[in-house]
């Protein structure tokens, strides 16, 4: 059950210390190298057609210093978000774990879909991964798919939470116009549509290597896994395929929620 970006419990207990992460095991290797392999696969397929996409005259608006998509909100694998746990220092687990009891707290209180994300991006905030002062991702090579595969082909004022509400119906028009003729896009949005499509094997190979290492897919948001692949409890429970256990272990975090984590065969 291979399921791409999409969200929504008790009130959450205190806070607890993010604590050392879970130790390596084999199992969670194999998950780990399985991910890597996939994404350096997915990396030399985008290059490739980046290369032919400026070669047919079309612009990429993303490039170094660029941070206007990280406040974004981001769905993952657990296979995913234990590589990124695997990358971070003592640090950034502390942050990580802070920004996903916000994000917990919004998904329990906004009212609906738009509410979610727009408080996300203004209210909850930008990935503590980010470095404000470069623009740069601290763990860039652990990044996520939905970070690896997000181009604009617009300005990335596009990109900025608020942007489309603040236009006008003229500007909203020609936004729509503006999509619709340039090269890459579906026709409705700004993002750059082909490489999207060329990152689906990595959800494919996540999906797999899940089920066959774990019995369990597990699937949600980024920073919420992140916190979760480091705690030794919910991975025991995960590795064993019990998701009622592994959900307890998460709701003992104040990290279990419908929208936020989900569990399949």
Not at 206 to 213: E, G, W
Request: hydrophobic share 40%; glycine share 6%.
């Amino acid at each position: 059950m291979t399921r791409r970006p999409a969200r929504r419990c008790a009130p959450s207990p205190a806070p607890r210390e993010a604590g050392p992460p879970a130790p390596a095991r084999p199992a969670d290797d194999v998950v780990g190298r399985t991910v890597q392999d996939a994404y350096r696969r997915y990396a030399r397929k985008a290059k490739n057609w980046l290369t032919g996409y400026a070669a047919r005259g079309g612009q990429v608006y993303c490039g170094a210093g660029c941070f206007a998509c990280c406040n974004m909100p981001i769905r993952v694998s657990l296979a995913e978000a234990l590589v990124t746990a695997r990358a971070l220092d003592e640090a950034q687990r502390v942050a990580v774990q802070a920004h996903a009891r916000r994000v917990v707290e919004n998904a329990r209180t906004a009212r609906s879909d738009e509410e979610y994300v727009q408080r996300h991006r203004t209210e909850v905030g930008y990935c503590p991964l980010l470095d404000r002062a470069t623009g740069s991702c601290s763990q860039y090579d652990a990044r996520p798919t939905r970070c690896r595969d997000t181009f604009s082909a617009l300005p990335a004022v596009y990109c900025e939470a608020g942007t489309w509400e603040a236009m006008n119906r003229r500007e909203r028009e020609e936004y729509r116009r503006t999509v619709a003729r340039t090269p890459g896009t579906d026709g409705e949005l700004h993002f750059i549509a082909p490489l999207e499509h060329l990152s689906e094997p990595v959800w494919v190979a996540a999906a797999r290597v899940m089920r066959q290492t774990w019995g369990v897919e597990v699937w949600g948001d980024f920073w919420v896994l992140t916190t979760l692949a480091a705690d030794p409890a919910f991975m025991q429970a995960v590795e064993a395929g019990q998701d009622r256990a592994a959900w307890q272990a998460a709701a003992r975090r104040g990290l279990a929620h419908r929208a936020l984590l989900e569990f399949g065969a």
